[in-house]
């Protein structure tokens, strides 16, 4: 069963799908989400997010500003800015 993540910046979505891995930079450090994982509420810190798909295939965006939330293998991250880079 596969994550559902959604990225989102203040004024559009910038992507959104099924993934396997999920990997954000908080104010705490790096995480990765996985199916099954706890839920979380963290805040998000600059730097990248990293989205594996199940196919293998990645997405990269800079993201800064805002925070994530994990729960029920539903993957929330919400940025001030957002933009994907790959």
């Given at each position: 069963m596969p994550l559902h993540v959604s990225l989102v910046s203040a004024d559009a979505e910038v992507w959104s799908g099924e993934?396997?891995?999920?990997?954000?930079?908080?104010?705490?450090?790096e995480?990765?989400?996985?199916?099954g994982h706890e839920p979380v509420l963290a805040?998000?810190?600059?730097?990248?997010?990293r989205i594996t798909k199940d196919d293998g295939s990645k997405v990269v965006a800079n993201a800064q500003d805002g925070f994530?939330?994990?729960?029920?293998?539903?993957?929330?991250?919400?940025?001030?800015?957002a933009a994907l880079v790959a």
């Open positions: 993934a396997s891995l999920v990997v954000a930079k908080t104010v705490e450090g995480i990765g989400f996985m199916t805040i998000l810190a600059e730097g990248q997010v994530l939330s994990i729960e029920s293998d539903v993957v929330t991250i919400v940025a001030g800015n």
